[in-house]
């Protein structure tokens, strides 16, 4: 007999398919041979493969509806009974389906660098006088208040000493300074200036690992999760393994120049620093060598330029092992919820195929025994735009790019948004979920990037107005963020409208007391999202307006719509001026715009009755609408 031809009608024909546990997976199915008995042969839901039939529904389509009940990764064969040879056939259409919790819809994280967050004394901070778990316990019924629900905490691992890096600005010497967390020396220790209580006679016989756990068990009773940072792309030049296993990493004469040869194993003979640990080569991305303090993973991937090839690594499987057991390691002893992968991008995909699946085997095995709160662990991959798919396709629940940067206009944002919203063309596998936040520890604070001419003279005038102008920009963007699909992060300082980037060398401080402040804004955007199912799983669409976008476009303006809850967001990205636009109303499901609807402010209180879908705003400078939309009073 011949094969029926198959196709799917809601899954866009893909390999991997992205959903949550609270979600029916529907599959639907185009055949041309109606008559014919088919099943998928699936592990949905189970461990082991079983038969699952597919009925024909009156359109003569063929369908099935799969409950989300457990997390993983489940395969879909579609078969067809071929009655020439009394058997059932596999067809070529079959998906890779992800199941994620469905708690991550509702997740807002609050980022914290340990050294800067807690950092205390009246003036610049030495030694001893960083952040540490203690500040952060302190400071969680706040963040419990704040609707904060996930605490993502940089390294606190030992930092390497070999080529440490220090800032020659700072008033400390360089000997004082504690170094990059990102030049890690021991993947599975904990750094004691972070985990030492600051004051009380025990200080010194304190527990690293109990003060951990205390940490996280104080979250985990409050309802919160604990996210750590995975950075596998290097390590310190001193890394505790790189004596034991110099083939993990790559040598050369000159680290960070792309003109000195890779030195190989062979060449040791010859008096050639194969295995120094100061000879191992500096990271390279973007177009430089980078991170001069840190030595590059021979993955066998996006390896260094050199004028040869670089040696293969021939402990690869044991640096595999290794990599793996780190975050099984966090997971089983401390019950640690989530990891967000930085330079993930750099990391060979079969690696973190591995990882992410067996560290969520391992979560589920040692529940509840390791204190987690439901047995789940979600991994968030730091990518690039040319590989975003592959990290998706092995696993990843989110990913993030250069969001950040993207928010000075609405052309702009909305070039962005396109991309990462899959619009045109589709580019990533159905359901991927996307880590937005305004600022991080990588890039600038919100309000240097935003408001220009940040005042460093007398002019009082001038400073109010810049300060006002900075407030505007950190909540508007702060609007923005939490109403547009994905996890937001808020990073610590945001809140207080800070300037100063943290320091990744030395020691710094957030200014706590200034009368700066979007407090009140972030806890009602958060209550708004939390109260919210479009907020958290709706479909976005831009709105547009009646004059296209350029570079002197001012207002942002899109739907967020879930089942029969509508929202229309509309926000001033100019903080500066006063901004108009007409927006045209584009038809959605269960709304007409050409028939009459209110619109209910969800910041202001107050309630609009419109019935045109041109729809004309006036906006202050970085003023922010959020509307519900409704078709009848009520």
């Known amino acids: 007999m011949t094969a029926p031809t198959l196709e799917f009608i809601n899954h866009h024909n893909e390999s991997v398919v992205k959903t949550t546990t609270d979600l029916d997976f529907e599959l639907r199915i185009k055949t041309d041979q109606a008559d014919l008995e088919y099943d998928i042969w699936t592990n949905w839901n189970a461990r082991k493969f079983t038969s699952k039939k597919l009925s024909l529904n009156p359109d003569g389509q063929l369908e099935l509806l799969l409950p989300g009940e457990k997390t993983g990764k489940f395969q879909i064969i579609v078969r067809f009974f071929d009655k020439q040879k009394n058997t059932w056939q596999e067809s070529d259409l079959r998906l890779e389906v992800h199941v994620d919790p469905d708690w991550v819809y509702d997740a807002i994280v609050y980022n914290i660098f340990l050294r800067t967050y807690g950092a205390k004394g009246s003036g610049e901070p030495n030694p001893g006088e960083g952040g540490t778990f203690e500040d952060v316990i302190t400071h969680m019924d706040e963040l419990a208040k704040l609707g904060i629900t996930v605490i993502y905490l940089n390294p606190f691992h030992l930092i390497g000493d070999l080529y440490r890096k220090y800032n020659p600005n700072n008033h400390l010497p360089y000997y004082l300074q504690p170094g990059s967390p ?29 003060q951990f756990h205390k940490l996280v068990s104080a979250a985990h009773k409050r309802g919160m999760r604990i996210f750590m940072d995975l950075v596998f792309n290097h390590t310190s030049h001193d890394f505790v393994l790189q004596r034991l296993y110099p083939e993990w990493y790559l040598y050369k004469e000159e680290i960070d120049s792309a003109d000195s040869p890779y030195i190989w194993p062979q060449e040791l003979k010859d008096g050639k620093p194969w295995g120094d640990p100061k000879h191992t080569v500096v990271p390279y991305d973007y177009g430089q060598f980078s991170w001069t303090d840190t030595a590059k993973l021979n993955w066998e991937y996006f390896t260094p330029p050199a004028p040869n090839d670089p040696p293969p690594n021939t402990k690869k499987k044991e640096m595999y092992d290794y990599f793996k057991s780190v975050p099984q390691y966090w997971v089983k002893e401390f019950g640690v919820d989530g990891f967000r992968c930085d330079i993930a991008y750099q990391i060979p995909p079969d690696f973190w195929q591995e990882c992410i699946w067996e560290t969520r085997a391992v979560a589920k095995k040692f529940y509840p025994k390791n204190g987690a709160i439901d047995g789940e662990v979600i991994f968030i991959a730091e990518s690039r735009q040319d590989d975003l798919n592959l990290l998706f396709d092995v696993g990843f629940s989110y990913v993030y790019g250069d969001y950040s940067n993207k928010l000075f206009n609405p052309l702009q944002l909305k070039g962005y ?28 604070r919100t309000t240097s990037k935003l408001v220009p001419g940040h005042v460093a003279n007398n002019d009082q005038q001038h400073l109010n107005e810049t300060e006002e102008a900075a407030i505007r920009g950190n909540a508007s963007r702060w609007i923005l963020t939490a109403c547009l699909p994905g996890m937001p992060m808020v990073f610590n300082g945001f809140e207080k409208v ?6 990744h060398v030395s020691y710094s401080k957030i200014n706590w007391k200034s009368s700066q402040d979007i407090l009140p804004v972030i806890k009602q955007m958060n209550q708004l999202r939390h109260n919210h199912i479009a907020l958290q799983k709706g479909a976005y669409q831009f709105v547009p307006s009646q004059k296209n976008l350029d570079e002197q476009s001012q207002a942002f303006a899109f739907y967020r719509y879930f089942e029969d809850e509508i929202m229309l967001i509309v926000v001033n990205m100019d903080i500066i001026n006063k901004a ?33 879908r041109e729809l004309f705003i006036e906006l202050e400078p970085g003023q922010c609408h959020l509307f519900l939309i409704e078709q009848q009073w009520g």
Not at 194 to 206: H, I, N, S, Y
Not at 498 to 503: I, K, L, T
């Open 417 to 444: 948004l396109d991309y990462m919203y899959n619009l045109e063309p589709k580019t990533f596998p159905e359901g991927s979920k996307w880590f937005i936040f305004p600022e991080c520890h990588d890039f600038h």
């Open 498 to 503: 800070e300037w100063s980037q943290v320091d």
């Open 182 to 210: 990102y030049s890690i020396k021991d993947y599975k220790s904990i750094d004691p200036e972070v985990a030492f209580p600051q004051k009380g006679k025990d200080m010194l016989l304190t527990d690293p690992k109990k």
């Open 580 to 612: 108009q636009a007409t927006l045209v109303l584009p038809e959605i499901p269960l709304f007409d715009p050409d028939k009459e609807y209110i619109l209910k402010d969800l910041l202001s209180k107050k309630i609009y009755r419109r019935d045109n």
